[in-house]
């Protein structure tokens, strides 16, 4: 637990390192902002994130990028069809000991990492996708009968790309569940796209400095759970996640009409801890409204489950939860 001083001196370690970051990362990134800020809120808020994007938007290289920033061990994990659970956990194999005996000895596999790019995640059966649960919730695989501790801090990014639907197993709500933001990056502006062009045609860039370390990473969660909420911001969180599950008291006409699922209480919980992290890195005192409204489509994204009425009209989760919005105020 930290003192009062010791969390004064965080905060504002965050607060400072905030236009540094953007810096670094713009070393290899072209704009994409939203999407940097809504990792950077995961990352301190201690959550994880499913990146969905189509190829070559720079999906693996943003991540590589934000773990070189924050120092910390990367991992990369192509997800496929023949990838077994043992390839991500670890598995036991059988070795010799000095004095001539067998024995079984645990081999890591590459979840034993901080921050794990799980590339293409929805390419792979769900037994393999199952075996991220546990590490994704407890942080911890269990391997041969004995549990095995994760490194702290510990992030899952999984990318998933969401035009290629052959040959894909998708997730299922349990495990969409456990993802923190659905982050959508999409198409640059032509400006920036040239940029990039620009960019990535010339000279290599230059190597991205460690700003932080991954004790700093850890102080940054215990300081965004202390960022104060007033009730009535932490009401409008619970109201709208309420408000996206048909069937209800007070659900809207168009949730009974166009929702088949709503969103759970991990919702609200991510809405007020992401709201308190955001406020945290934008060095605001306390969580706003403005903060619950920012975060409320990578929320409920990969949460709220459409009718098929919904997707024959051609509405999205996107137009679904503009709509909660206007209706909760």
């Not at 965080?10 to 809504?38: C, H, M, P, Y």
């Not at 911890?140 to 994760?150: D, F, I, S």
């Not at 409008?236 to 048909?246: H, I, Q, T």
């Amino acid at each position: 637990m930290m003192n009062v001083e010791e969390e004064g001196r965080v905060v504002q370690q965050l607060r400072d390192g905030r236009t540094q970051i953007e810096a670094e990362l713009s070393k290899t990134i072209v704009g994409q902002k939203d999407v940097i800020e809504q990792l950077l809120i995961c990352l301190v808020a201690g959550g994880h994130c499913l990146i969905t994007g189509a190829p070559g938007l720079a999906k693996t290289l943003l991540v590589r990028s934000v773990a070189q920033v924050f120092r910390l061990k990367f991992q990369r994990i192509q997800f496929t069809p023949d990838l077994m659970p043992a390839d991500i956990t670890g598995t036991e194999i059988l070795e010799d000991t000095h004095d001539g005996h067998r024995q079984m000895q645990f081999v890591k596999g590459p979840i034993f990492a901080n921050v794990i790019l799980a590339d293409e995640i929805n390419r792979t059966p769900p037994k393999t996708q199952a075996a991220l649960l546990e590490a994704m919730q407890e942080h911890q695989v269990t391997a041969g009968g004995q549990k095995y501790t994760l490194d702290e801090p510990f992030f899952v990014l999984a990318t998933q790309n969401p035009i290629e639907m052959e040959g894909t197993y998708p997730l299922p709500e349990a495990q969409l569940d456990r993802f923190m933001f659905n982050v959508l990056i999409d198409y640059l502006p032509p400006a920036d796209e040239l940029a990039v062009v620009l960019q990535t045609t010339a000279s290599k860039p230059e190597p991205i400095e460690a700003l932080f370390s991954g004790e700093d990473v850890i102080n940054f969660h215990e300081a965004v759970r202390r960022v104060p909420i007033a009730d009535e911001v932490a009401k409008m969180a619970v109201k709208l996640v309420d408000s996206s599950r048909p069937g209800r008291d007070g659900t809207p006409d168009f949730v009974n009409q166009y929702v088949s699922w709503g969103a759970g209480l991990r919702a609200a919980q991510t809405l007020v801890l992401g709201g308190k992290a955001r406020a945290l890195l934008r060095g605001n005192a306390h969580v706003s409204f403005d903060d619950i409204r920012a975060l409320a489509r990578p929320t409920l994204r990969h949460r709220v489950l459409l009718s098929y009425k919904a997707e024959a009209e051609g509405l999205s989760v996107e137009n679904v939860v503009d709509r909660l919005l206007e209706h909760v105020g």
